[in-house]
């Protein structure tokens, strides 16, 4: 079955500085990859995903993430982290194994907090 | 107004009641979800439906009941509310499984006494 690892369940940085949220994911066939962002009190809402097109993948308000199939990783990036990004992040894999047929996972999710 | 709605937002119950969460979406899309998510798991799947009269289990199902008898509306039921299934609950719609955008609902708080 896949799966979706997130490093560091909480992770701060400066106001201006790069941000970098990992995630990692396990899957037997080639995976759809997604970050979702959730501010507080709301639902989930897509930053950005990876269906088998380019690697390199552009989202919204900054955010970009760029699939690495060597390294079965899905990182997120942002080179200048701003007051309104500090939300709880999540990366998901949608992927099916044994046959069966795709089903989104989620990871655990990561609190970015960003300092002024 | 357009999107995916919840009601209640907020829910306060005892152990053993029943208790019903709605989802409706305005976009007619094919597939709706029901997630929960809990402090270190994520988002879990709890049931998922394809269509009307649709349905299946995700990898929580244990404890709940859906039904979609129209294609806008997805309820979740608790039959007997048990303290383990406090938490936040997600509606979600796509139109498709896998690789389309899943549009997520505000949530409802869920308190089990």
């Known amino acids: 079955a896949q799966s979706v690892t997130q490093l560091g369940s909480h992770v701060s940085v400066s106001e201006g500085a790069l941000v970098l949220l990992r995630c990692n994911y396990s899957?037997?066939?080639?995976?759809?990859l997604f970050w979702y962002v959730q501010y507080p009190n709301q639902g989930l809402q897509l930053l950005l995903k990876?269906?088998?097109?380019?690697?390199l993948v552009k989202g919204i308000n900054g955010f970009e993430a760029e699939f690495k199939k060597s390294e079965t990783s899905f990182h997120l990036t942002k080179p200048s982290a701003h007051m309104s990004d500090a939300a709880e992040y999540f990366c998901?894999?949608?992927?099916?194994?044994?046959?069966?047929?795709?089903?989104?996972?989620f990871g655990s999710g990561t609190q970015l907090t960003v300092l002024p | 107004d357009a999107g995916i709605t919840q009601s209640p937002r907020y829910k306060i119950t005892e152990t053993g009641r029943q208790v019903t969460l709605m989802c409706h979406q305005t976009w007619s899309h094919s597939y709706m979800f029901w997630y929960r998510q809990d402090l270190g798991h994520g988002l879990r799947l709890i049931y998922y439906?394809?269509?009307?009269?649709?349905?299946d289990k995700g990898e929580v199902p244990d404890g709940y009941v859906v039904s979609r008898s129209k294609t806008e509306n997805f309820p979740l039921t608790l039959e007997s509310a048990t303290r383990s299934q406090t938490s936040v609950y997600f509606c979600?719609?796509?139109?498709?499984?896998?690789?389309?955008?899943?549009?997520f609902g505000p949530g409802t708080r869920l308190l089990v006494l």
């Open positions: 990876y269906t088998s097109a380019a690697t």
């Open positions: 979600a719609s796509s139109e498709d499984r896998a690789r389309e955008t899943q549009y």
């Open positions: 998901a894999v949608s992927a099916s194994s044994s046959g069966s047929a795709r089903q989104l996972t």
């Open positions: 899957s037997s066939v080639p995976p759809y």
């Open positions: 439906s394809a269509a009307a009269d649709i349905t």
